[in-house]
């Protein structure tokens, strides 16, 4: 099992412009999560998933988007990129809520 | 709303001498906590859980750690460190929130360093 893979693992943004983080596991777990990582802040929960087709906000949402058409997919939107989002990107799942698995990351720069 | 206080941001320690990492969380009927280990340019890793049962949980790599309720701590020990333990820890507690979803809430980190 390749686990959880995330697509890119570095980024560059000009502010304004818009991309999407690719996560993607082989684990057929029904729970799946975006956090963001910023120093010295631990991380923060985006969005989560807890099936195809269902999607809510976590603690930090604004700016982001989510969809989750299959189990194994779970993309994150960002439609106009500001500063304040430049921070590591972690996507994880997990079978139920108790151990979640992580992606190893995408760094993104928002210049 | 549940928190994660991380008592510590940084220890140093040397190599083969004992850790004990520090986490207080806020108090609530019922919890479930965990440890997770970051290592450098890597995802998390789950060390451990306390979901209920013994207070002491052990873990991978010879951690172990101990749920104190009436403390609201969960604090992370090893007996004997190495250079390869060189990482950062994050402790993290449940947060039913609303619909009845579990969803983790992580501290701030503690990053341990191992000297030789």
């Known amino acids: 099992n390749a686990g959880v893979t995330q697509t890119p693992k570095f980024r560059i943004l000009k502010i304004g412009q818009s991309m999407t983080l690719q996560c993607t596991q082989d684990m057929n777990h029904n729970y799946m999560y975006w956090y963001r990582q910023d120093p010295g802040m631990g991380l923060k929960l985006i969005y989560y998933s807890v099936g195809a087709g269902i999607t809510d906000k976590g603690e930090v949402p604004n700016g982001y988007n989510v969809s989750r058409s299959t189990t194994e997919d779970f993309p994150l939107r960002l439609e106009l990129a500001a500063p304040s989002q430049t921070s590591v990107y972690f996507c994880?799942?997990?079978?139920?809520?108790?151990?979640?698995?992580f992606g190893p990351g995408t760094r993104l720069l928002v210049l | 709303a549940q928190s994660v206080t991380q008592l510590d941001s940084q220890v140093p320690v040397f190599e083969e001498a004992p850790v004990e990492l520090r986490c207080n969380y806020s108090s609530s009927v019922s919890v479930y906590l965990f440890w997770y280990v970051q290592y450098p340019n890597q995802g998390l890793q789950l060390l451990l859980k306390?979901?209920?049962?013994?207070?002491l949980v052990k873990g991978i790599n010879g951690f172990e750690a101990e749920f104190n309720k009436s403390q609201t701590s969960f604090h992370l020990r090893k007996p004997s460190v190495h250079i390869s333990d060189t990482a950062e820890y994050f402790c993290a507690v449940s947060d039913s929130g609303t619909g009845g979803y579990n969803k983790l809430i992580f501290g701030a980190g503690t990053r341990l360093a191992v000297h030789p």
């Open positions: 994880a799942s997990s079978y139920s809520w108790e151990a979640q698995y």
């Open positions: 306390y979901l209920s049962g013994s207070t």
